[in-house]
């Protein structure tokens, strides 16, 4: 089955500053990746996607990146404010035709110092 | 758009009961949905997944005579924990998957589950 690791596990920077979170993938036939953000005890949020056929994405302030051969995949946020403060989770899945379920990587805490 | 409820939000239970959480889209219809588990500080496990109609699909190590998953309609799923134990006391959060191809999940608020 599919596995995917993901780091930081804790990521601080200062307002303003950007962040990155990288994740790799062991599943070559993976070809959806999503990510993630996850505020205490509330639902995950969809920030941003990605498909295989495609090696980046951008809306607004944060990017995803997709390395294909290397089989990773970044998540980049610019301009960091404190309301960015929150578990980001990245994940992975096959898309044959019809919905799959996600493996998550084990999630990086970003804290946003003022 | 894309609305997933679920209910309840939080159950406390005795050990040994059974306890039932549904999960329901809202204005999209949702052939197939997910159940995922979280435990404290931990990531999002993929329990199972259930499409209208048919029998759910369990990953490796969940047990199905446990984790009882009911997909009646295409805006319901329920995930009933029969028996719950202490060690089920979770945070289940469902997911569920617009009909027509799309590939992007919506989750539920999630259902914290304490087995008492």
């Known amino acids: 089955g599919e596995n995917v690791e993901q780091h930081p596990s804790t990521l601080s920077v200062q307002e303003g500053d950007s962040a990155v979170i990288k994740c790799t993938y062991s599943?070559?036939?993976?070809?959806?990746f999503p990510w993630y953000k996850q505020e205490l005890g509330k639902r995950p949020q969809l920030i941003i996607d990605?498909?295989?056929?495609?090696g980046e994405k951008k809306d607004q302030r944060i990017a995803v990146t997709l390395n294909k051969t290397a089989k990773h995949f970044s998540l980049h946020i610019t301009e960091t404010q404190p309301e960015d403060s929150a578990v980001y989770f990245c994940?992975?899945?096959?898309?044959?035709?019809?919905?799959?379920?996600?493996?998550f990587g084990k999630g990086t805490h970003l804290i946003i110092q003022p | 758009g894309a609305v997933v409820s679920q209910h309840p939000s939080r159950v406390i239970c005795k050990s040994g009961t059974s306890v039932k959480i549904e999960c329901r889209s809202l204005?999209?219809?949702?052939?197939?949905m997910f159940w995922y588990r979280q435990f404290p500080k931990q990531s999002l496990m993929l329990m199972a997944t259930?499409?209208?109609?048919?029998?759910?699909?369990?990953e490796q190590g969940v047990e199905k005579d446990k984790f009882l998953i009911n997909h009646a309609s295409l805006t319901l799923s329920t995930l009933t924990v029969t028996s719950a134990h202490p060690e089920d006391s979770s945070f289940y959060i469902c997911?569920?998957?617009?009909?027509?191809?799309?590939?992007?999940?919506?989750f539920g608020p999630g259902t914290r589950l304490l087995v008492l």
């Open positions: 997911s569920a998957a617009v009909r027509g191809g799309v590939e992007t999940q919506y």
């Open positions: 599943d070559s036939a993976s070809n959806y």
């Open positions: 994940a992975a899945s096959f898309k044959g035709g019809g919905a799959d379920g996600l493996t």
């Open positions: 204005d999209f219809q949702a052939t197939t």
């Open positions: 990605i498909r295989s056929n495609v």
């Open positions: 259930s499409n209208e109609g048919s029998k759910a699909t369990y």
